[in-house]
């Protein structure tokens, strides 16, 4: 049976999509597969099939590790934190109050400022003796920090910064969905007699949880492609305690120059990122309510 002309238009009409898809996705990660178990080719040599020497070659590679377990603290406190405070500031501006916009124009600011310009920002934060973190530490007497250059406390800074910058972009998604949801919500819970509280949880939080979802996800991914604080900030120092696994992933590849083991790791941080998704996916979509 011929295919009916709306099916061809249909087709014809997703083709561009599916291309671009396919050429700046699919083929880009099977490539990178493909790379994974293979060796870095040199001038005078050919890569060759290496199997799994590569995956090998990771797991006995302790900055590997070092910077995985630094991703997962960093993505276990940042993605809460940044979207709980990105919450509590679209529930705030949400509200009727004076200078509402002024107060949606300084959320929103730090997210519209490029990466490198933020790092230097609070580069600058954080110099030791004459940074403002410093300066306002010396008015209670306390002592100064070398807060990039030491390993219990570098981490911890990106953190910040980070939480920072991504709190205002999260909160202009739920803005726009506290937007969407009807007054007579409110209304009908409080002659129900129910609580802020009870309203909240039981009625504000449910119908935000579609908007939820689509945050955590983008948190979960921003996560882990953080390169631009890392490069400008710490250079993953001291001694690797603030090496993010992308940042790793680029100096193995463009520092080292060795692309298999680059490739290598980044089938890893797309199994991660794939698996952690799905995860996600399929727990949150059964809490969650669609209007």
């Known amino acids: 049976m011929r295919p009916s002309l709306n099916a061809v238009y249909g087709w014809l009409l997703l083709l561009p999509a599916i291309v671009l898809l396919a050429a700046f996705t699919h083929y880009p990660a099977l490539a990178t597969l493909w790379s994974s178990f293979q060796s870095t080719p040199k001038a005078s040599r050919p890569a060759v099939f290496v199997g799994l020497d590569n995956y090998a070659a990771m797991a006995d590679d302790p ?11 960093y993505a276990l406190i940042t ?4 979207v709980a405070i990105a919450l509590v500031m679209a529930l705030w501006v949400n509200r009727q109050i004076a200078g509402r916009g002024f107060l949606r124009l300084a959320y929103f600011t730090p997210t519209v400022l490029p990466m490198v310009a933020v790092a230097n920002i609070w580069l600058f934060f954080y110099t030791p003796q004459y940074g403002l973190v410093d300066q306002i530490a010396g008015l209670f007497n306390l002592p100064g920090m070398n807060w990039l250059g030491s390993r219990s406390t570098a981490l911890p800074a990106l953190m910040i910064v980070t939480i920072w910058k991504e709190s205002g ?14 007054p007579s919500l409110r209304e009908a819970a409080m002659l129900e007699g129910a609580s802020r509280w009870q309203y909240f949880w039981r009625v504000l939080l449910p119908l935000l949880m579609p908007t939820t979802l689509f945050v955590l996800i983008n948190a979960l991914i921003n996560a882990f492609r953080l390169v631009d604080h890392v490069l400008v900030m710490t250079k993953g120092g001291p001694d690797n305690a603030s090496t993010l696994l992308l940042f790793y992933i680029y ?3 463009f520092s080292y120059w060795d692309t298999a083991y680059a490739a290598t790791l980044s089938v ?9 998704a799905l995860i996600k996916f399929r727990w949150l979509d059964r809490r969650t309510h669609y209007q």
């Not at 890893?268 to 952690?276: F, G, M, P, R």
């Open 63 to 73: 900055v590997f590790w070092q910077a995985l377990w630094n991703n997962l603290a």
């Open 268 to 276: 890893v941080l797309l199994l991660i990122l794939s698996l952690t």
């Open 251 to 253: 100096e193995v590849g």
């Open 79 to 82: 993605i809460p934190v940044s």
């Open 169 to 182: 972009f999260f909160m202009i998604f739920y803005l726009a969905a506290l937007q969407q949801i009807s």
